[in-house]
């Protein structure tokens, strides 16, 4: 098994060692973090369920993608001073472009 296929919290034991997984390449033992390469062949300990590339395939919703994201960016947009909304208002265009959305005049996603 791969460090990928195991959720987030899963024991596992990794060179003869106990770790938990805490990150998407990070696993916490008793030595600490450490780094898990995506190669290495992990031994899942009890009650840890597996699921195969679970962290590559999720499909998220676009609507609920773009629900979240302007809601984030609302909350943000209020704590930027008013000289600065440019630079905010130009991150945003910056996101939803890396997203491939589409704006329309007013600001909406389309």
């Known amino acids: 098994m791969k460090i990928h296929q195991l959720p987030m919290g899963a024991r596992f034991e990794y060179e003869g060692e106990e770790y938990v997984k805490t990150g998407s390449l990070f696993a916490t033992g008793k030595g600490g973090q450490r780094l898990v390469p995506k190669y290495a062949v992990l031994k899942p300990l009890s009650g840890a369920e597996c699921h195969p590339d679970a962290t590559t395939d999720r499909v998220f919703n676009r609507a609920n993608v ?41 600001g909406g996603v389309k």
Not at 70 to 82: G, M, R, W
Not at 101 to 106: G, H, K, L, Q
């Open 66 to 106: 773009l629900e979240a994201f302007d809601a984030f960016y609302s909350d943000c947009k209020i704590l930027v001073p008013e000289l600065h909304q440019v630079v905010i208002e130009k991150a945003r265009d910056r996101f939803l472009s890396a997203l491939e959305f589409r704006t329309d005049i007013s």
